[in-house]
């Protein structure tokens, strides 16, 4: 695995998608208010921290939009995290969690827990956990043979199994405990029925922190150097990169359902802006992830007429062509 360019770039880049992320993000706060005044607003958003009170109607309106924008980029840099494992454990710029089936497998295990009864965010995003790393483990064995393009193909058959097994196991989910077959297919920016995103931004708080801790490491292997000792370190950080894979990627689906190509296009933008090194790709990648579902999310609710456009088909639309263009570009390096 490589980027085009591991010097480090200027920060003006990355400065500028921070900059576009928080405007998009108050405005999707804004987008919410449904009729509410400007000066209502920004009361019951200061009132969120400091307790005072506003109309009953601003707090709800500013309160949803603002669970809404944080749901969207928490589970984004989950995502946008669980990119950049992926493609440092696979050393495979074309991986992404709903390219190699994580993210299928992910829903299959929130699905079934919630067919079982399963109320808690908790148990539902461990049933996910659970299925999330079954499935990167089946793909790794059947890509094992072929890792070159065993990976695309075992992820293919891997995520459509489990985007069957979601249809056919979600009738058995109670309306009220499920956001709905769309929502585990395509995913949505409205979240799931659990509320606030406190066990996604857990889980990508402290899978951020444990791999900050081990840069170096996953430089090492990323290079592929010496044996021995070394085979040792690197097969602890491949276990890492494939627990925190399935836990980020989990969390996320649990919190907007199934969407793709977050992590592809944020482990490339990563890349692009400051190089191959982990300890700078790790803060990029959870910064870039979160803008581009904030993003994603604020187009899904400009576009429909009259409700929301599925989030992942938006993401796919963005991840997509860059997909090809990756693909196509590994076919003429082959020949």
């Known amino acids: 695995m490589s980027y085009p360019d591991s010097r480090p770039r200027p920060p003006y880049p990355l400065v500028l998608v921070g900059a576009v992320g928080s405007l998009l993000a108050a405005l999707g706060v804004v987008i919410g208010l449904d009729g509410v005044s400007a000066g209502a607003a920004v009361a019951a958003f200061a ?32 995502l946008g995290l669980a990119g950049m494992c992926l493609r440092s454990l696979l050393r495979d710029a074309l991986a992404d969690a709903q ?15 919630l067919a079982m009864g399963a109320t808690s965010a908790v148990v539902v995003s461990g049933s996910a956990f659970t299925g999330a790393l079954v499935s990167l483990l089946v793909v790794l064995a059947l890509a094992h043979a072929r890792p070159a393009t065993g990976v695309l193909l075992a992820g293919l058959g891997v995520t459509y199994a489990g985007l069957a097994l ?8 109670a309306p009220s405990r499920s956001p ?29 922190v444990v791999l900050t801790t081990q840069t170096r490491a996953m430089n ?17 950080v491949r276990v890492l990169l494939l627990v925190a894979a399935a836990v980020l990627t989990a969390a996320a689906v649990s919190s907007v359902g199934g969407v793709g190509f977050v992590g ?27 803008v581009v579902l904030v993003v994603a999310d604020q187009v899904s609710r400009w576009v429909g007429p009259v409700a929301d456009v599925p989030v992942g088909a938006v993401t796919a639309l963005l ?12 076919t003429r390096g082959a020949r």
Do not use: K, M, N, Y
């Open 47 to 78: 009132g969120l921290f400091t307790g005072e009170q506003a109309p009953h109607g601003a707090v709800a309106a500013t309160g949803g939009g603002v669970v809404r924008v944080v749901t969207a980029a928490v589970a984004g840099a989950g």
């Open 99 to 113: 390219v190699v089936g994580v993210s299928a497998g992910a829903a299959v295990g929130a699905v079934l827990a």
């Open 166 to 173: 979601v249809a056919v196991a979600h009738p058995a989910v």
């Open 180 to 208: 709905g077959l769309v929502f585990w297919l395509w995913g949505s920016g409205a979240g799931g029925p659990w509320g606030a995103p406190v066990v996604p931004l857990s889980a990508v708080v402290l899978c951020a």
């Open 220 to 236: 090492a292997v990323a290079s592929e150097p010496g044996s021995g000792a070394f085979r040792v370190s690197a097969t602890r």
């Open 264 to 290: 592809l296009l944020a482990a490339h933008a990563a890349g692009w802006l400051v190089g191959a090194d982990h300890g700078r790709t790790i803060p990029v990648a959870l910064l870039v992830g979160a």
């Open 319 to 330: 991840g997509a062509p860059l997909f090809c263009a990756v693909l196509r570009r590994r």
